[in-house]
C-alpha cells in the first residue's frame, strides 16, 4: 500500500498510538503528554495531536533507546519488519502530519563520524527519517576538531521544516521522509582533514511507498476509531477535549511570558456534559466567595488591628499592601486555581501533580493574577524548594528527563515519590487558604472528600493540626453542597454527627475545641479571635465571621478582614464555607464584577462539578481505606479511652473532659502515623484509578502530568551539543544516537 493512499485512512489519536508503544519506549505517556502541552497552539491547518506527534519525534532522553526517533528508525532501517505493527498507528499520524507541510528545497546538512567517501559511490536510498539543519553552523558546533567527519551537504526538494513543532526550535530541523531517493553529485576532501558529501535529492516512487517497509494493505489494517479522535475526547466544537487552558501556558511571540488566568479565558472552552445547576451555583459560589475574600483583604494585608479600627474595609478596593487593581486576587486564590487545575485536569486526587502546579506558581507565575508568584509563604516556599530538590534527585535515580519529572504517569513511580515536602511542626494557614477546591470535587463521597482535604495540606503544611483544620473545614463545605443547614453546620455536635466522614479518627484538641464551638464569641478581637497566620487562628476567625455575619456575605467578609493581620487569607478562607452555603446567586453583585478573570473561574468551576460528578472510587480502594482507618482508628480510640467511651455512644454530647499534655503528645504522635498510614493508602488508590478501567468513563487525562518552567522557557538541557542530543551512555554507540538525529548511519542505505 502505497504511503499516499495509507495517509488517507482514519487516524488514531496520539495518546492511542503511543498506547501500543509502551512495550517499547519507557514512559511514554508522560513524553506525549508533554508534547500536546507545548503543541497547545499550531499553525498550518494541524491539530494538536498532529502537532504533538512531530514535537513527539524530536524529544530525546540521554539513553537513545527511550527516544521514539531512534526506536523508529532503528525498525525503519531494519530488515525484520515484525517490530514495525506496533509503530503502524503512530508512523500513520506522523507521515499524514509531515505530508500536510509544505515542502522546501534548498541546501541541509547532516553529518557522521570518520570517512564515508567510499560508501557514495552512486544514487542511494535513506531508509528512516532523517534529521537535517539548515544551519551549517549547528552541526559545525558540534564537532570535534581533532576528529574526521563527513559532511553531507544536501540539495532537498521535498524537505519538511520542523522547527516551530521540535523540542528544540532552534535548531532549524528539516526532515526527510523515509526512503528519500539521493544521487551523488561530488565529492570532496576538506582542508581540514574531513570530507564532504553533495547529494542531490530526486523524486521518486521510493517515496511514496511502503513496499520498502516490507508490507501489503492486508497487513496495515490496524484498530481504528471511527474518527480522528474517539467520542469521548470530542467536544462540541469538534476540538479535542484536552484542558490546555488549564496547564502553563506562554504567549507565541514570548518564551517567558505567562499567559494569566484572563488571558486563558479567550481559548478556555465548557464542558461537553450536563452538569448540576444548583451544585454549580455552590462551587461557584466557593471558589467566587473565596477570590472576593481574597481580594477584599488584599488591599489591607499585615495591617494590624489597631490600623483597621482606624481604617477600617468598607468596600473592594485597588491599591493597598500590593498595588492590585479592584478584585485582583493573592496567593491564596492563586494557589486554589493550581488544585482546583490538577483535579479538573487528572480528574483525580493526585498530590504529586498538584506540587508541579504550586512550582509553576511559584518560578513562572502560573494562575497568578500579575503573571507572577508574590505574597508566597516561609512554609509553602521551603516545601516547593525541598520538593524541586527531590524530583532531582528522583529524576537521576530513575533515569527520567528533568524536563519531563514533572510528567510523571509511571504508577509505580508515584508510589514511591514522596510528596510530603514539609518540615514536621509547620502549621501555618496557607494549607487552609487553597482548600476549597477538594471538597467540592469529592463532595459525593464525603469521606474521600475529608481523607483528600487533609492529605492535600499536610504535603505542604506538615504538622497534624493542618492536617484535621482542613479535613474538618473540608467536611463543613461538603455538608453545604449537600444542603445542610447553618444551624447543622455551625453545631457543637458537627464532629460527631458526621464521623464516619472522618473515618471515626479523632481531631486533634485544638481542632476538636473549635468543632464544639470556641469561635463562638460574640466579642470577637476583644474575646481572643485573631486573624493570624497559624491555622488554628485562622480557622476559629473565618468561623466566627461565619456565625456572627448576620446571613450576609459582605457582613462577614468584611468582618473577616477587619480583624486585620492576615487580612486576604481570613477572608478567603471565610468566603470558601460561606459561598458554599449563600451560593454564587447570593454574593455582592456590586463585588463580583471586579473579580479578575471572572469567566475563568466560573467556567472552572463547570469543569470541578462536571469531573467531579464522573468520578468514582474503586470498590476495591474504598474497602482498604474504611479498613485502614479503622485501624488506625482502634489506637487512637484506645488511647483517649478516658473522654471517648462518653462521648461516641450519643453523638450529640459535648466533650466535658480535657486530655493531659501527656494524652496530647501521645495522640499527636499516633495521630501523625494515622495520617502517614492513610496517605499511604490512598496512594494505593491513585496507583489503581490509573490502572483500572473505570465503568463510568475513560479517563485519558488521568496522570499526573505538568509542563516544567523550564522546558517552557526552552532552557538549553542538552548543553554546549545542544543540536546533537548527544548525552549518551557510552562512546560506543555510535549507531545508537551518540551524535542525535543529525548522525549518518551506514544503515541509512537501503
Known amino acids: 500500500m502505497a504511503i499516499e ?101 534548498g541546501k541541509i546538512w547532516r553529518f557522521a563520524p570518520g570517512n564515508l567517501m567510499d560508501s557514495y559511490q552512486t544514487d542511494c536510498v535513506w531508509s528512516g527519517f532523517s534529521s537535517c539543519t539548515k544551519s551549517l553552523s549547528v552541526v559545525k558546533g558540534l564537532l570535534n576538531k581533532s ?181 485582583q486576587f493573592t496567593d491564596d486564590t492563586s494557589m486554589a486555581l493550581c488544585l482546583a487545575n490538577s483535579l479538573v485536569s487528572c480528574g483525580d486526587f493526585i498530590p504529586y501533580d498538584q506540587l508541579v502546579r504550586y512550582k509553576w506558581w511559584y518560578r513562572s507565575g502560573y494562575m497568578s493574577s500579575t503573571g507572577q508568584c508574590f505574597d508566597i509563604g516561609m512554609a509553602t516556599r521551603q516545601s516547593l524548594h525541598e520538593f524541586e530538590r527531590r524530583q532531582q534527585r528522583f529524576a537521576r535515580e530513575h533515569d527520567i528527563s528533568i524536563r519531563q519529572i514533572d510528567f510523571l504517569s509511571d504508577p509505580e513511580l508515584l508510589t514511591i515519590f514522596k510528596v510530603d515536602c514539609s518540615e514536621d511542626g509547620v502549621a501555618g494557614n496557607g494549607a487552609l487558604m487553597r482548600l476549597a477546591p477538594v471538597p467540592l470535587f469529592f463532595h459525593k463521597y464525603p469521606s474521600y472528600a475529608v481523607e483528600f482535604s487533609g492529605i492535600s495540606g499536610i504535603i505542604t503544611h506538615g504538622d497534624l493540626k493542618a492536617y484535621d483544620a482542613c479535613r474538618y473545614y473540608g467536611a463543613l463545605i461538603v455538608a453545604a453542597l449537600r444542603g445542610e443547614t447553618k444551624e447543622q453546620l455551625l453545631s457543637n455536635s458537627f464532629y460527631y454527627n458526621h464521623a464516619t466522614w472522618f473515618n471515626n479518627k479523632l481531631l486533634v484538641p485544638e481542632v476538636m475545641a473549635i468543632a464544639k464551638g470556641s469561635y463562638k464569641k460574640k466579642g470577637g478581637y476583644n474575646e481572643g479571635i485573631r486573624g493570624k497566620g497559624y491555622i488554628v487562628n485562622a480557622l476559629e476567625a ?105 462521648s461516641v455512644p450519643n453523638m450529640n454530647q459535648e466533650f466535658t473532659q480535657t486530655p493531659t499534655n501527656s494524652e496530647n503528645q501521645l495522640v499527636s504522635k499516633l495521630s501523625r502515623s494515622s495520617v502517614k498510614s492513610a496517605y499511604s493508602t490512598t496512594q494505593d488508590i491513585y496507583e489503581k484509578a490509573s490502572t483500572t478501567q473505570s465503568n463510568v468513563r475513560p479517563k485519558s487525562i488521568a496522570k499526573p502530568v505538568q509542563i516544567s518552567h523550564n522546558d517552557m522557557i526552552r532552557t538549553d538541557y542538552y548543553g554546549a551539543a545542544g543540536l546533537g542530543h548527544n548525552h549518551v551512555q557510552s562512546t560506543h554507540e555510535t549507531n545508537n544516537g551518540l551524535y542525535g538525529r543529525y548522525h549518518v548511519r551506514h544503515t541509512d542505505q537501503s
Request: charged letters at 20%; aromatic letters at 10%.
Open 5 to 105: 493512499v495509507y495517509g488517507k485512512e482514519v487516524l488514531m489519536t496520539l495518546q492511542e498510538a503511543a498506547e501500543k508503544l509502551q512495550g517499547s519506549i519507557k514512559n511514554i505517556n508522560a513524553s506525549v503528554l508533554m508534547a500536546k502541552r507545548n503543541m497547545s497552539y499550531s499553525a498550518n491547518g494541524l491539530t494538536v495531536d498532529e502537532a504533538a506527534a512531530i514535537y513527539l519525534y524530536t524529544i530525546e532522553h540521554k539513553k537513545a533507546d527511550r527516544n521514539v526517533s531512534f526506536q523508529l528508525n532503528r525498525i525503519l532501517r531494519s530488515t525484520e519488519r515484525s517490530e514495525l505493527i506496533t509503530w503502524l498507528p503512530y508512523l500513520q499520524l506522523l507521515l499524514n502530519t509531515l505530508k500536510k507541510l509544505p515542502s522546501m528545497s
Open 147 to 327: 576528529d574526521v567527519y563527513t559532511i553531507f551537504q544536501i540539495e532537498c526538494v521535498n524537505g519538511k521544516e520542523i522547527q516551530n513543532y521540535s523540542s528544540r526550535p532552534d535548531e532549524d530541523e528539516v526532515l526527510l521522509l523515509p526512503s528519500t531517493y539521493l544521487r551523488v553529485k561530488d565529492k570532496k576532501r576538506l582542508k581540514n582533514g574531513s570530507y564532504l558529501v553533495v547529494l542531490q535529492e530526486r523524486d521518486s516512487q521510493h517515496l511514496h511507498s511502503t513496499e520498502t517497509f516490507g508490507f501489503s494493505s492486508s497487513m496495515l489494517e490496524i484498530n481504528r476509531t471511527d474518527q480522528g479522535f474517539t467520542a469521548s475526547e470530542i467536544q462540541a466544537n469538534n476540538q479535542p477535549k484536552y484542558k490546555r487552558w488549564l496547564d502553563c501556558q506562554f504567549h507565541q511571540n514570548s518564551g517567558k511570558s505567562i499567559m494569566t488566568p484572563k488571558d486563558l479565558q479567550t481559548i478556555m472552552q465548557d464542558p461537553p456534559g450536563n452538569i448540576d445547576n444548583a451544585i454549580l451555583n455552590c462551587v461557584q459560589g466557593s471558589m467566587i466567595g473565596m477570590a472576593l475574600g481574597d481580594a477584599l483583604g488584599a488591599h489591607a494585608e499585615f495591617r494590624p488591628r489597631q490600623y483597621m479600627m482606624e481604617h477600617p474595609v468598607r468596600d473592594l478596593e485597588g491599591g493597598g499592601t500590593w498595588g492590585l487593581a479592584k478584585g
Open 542 to 646: 473565618a468561623l466566627w465571621a461565619f456565625w456572627c455575619d448576620e446571613n450576609s456575605f459582605e457582613i462577614g467578609a468584611l468582618n473577616a478582614v477587619n480583624l486585620g493581620d492576615d487580612t486576604d487569607t481570613t477572608a478567603a478562607i471565610y468566603g470558601q464555607l460561606a459561598g458554599a452555603y449563600y451560593g454564587y446567586k447570593n454574593l455582592p453583585k456590586k463585588w463580583v464584577k471586579h473579580v479578575y478573570a471572572l469567566s475563568f473561574i466560573e467556567c472552572l468551576c463547570k469543569w470541578i462539578v462536571y469531573e467531579g460528578q464522573m468520578w468514582q472510587p474503586k470498590s476495591h480502594a474504598l474497602n482498604s481505606l474504611e479498613s485502614k482507618s479503622r485501624s488506625n482508628s482502634d489506637v487512637l480510640m484506645a488511647a483517649q479511652s478516658k473522654y471517648i467511651s462518653n
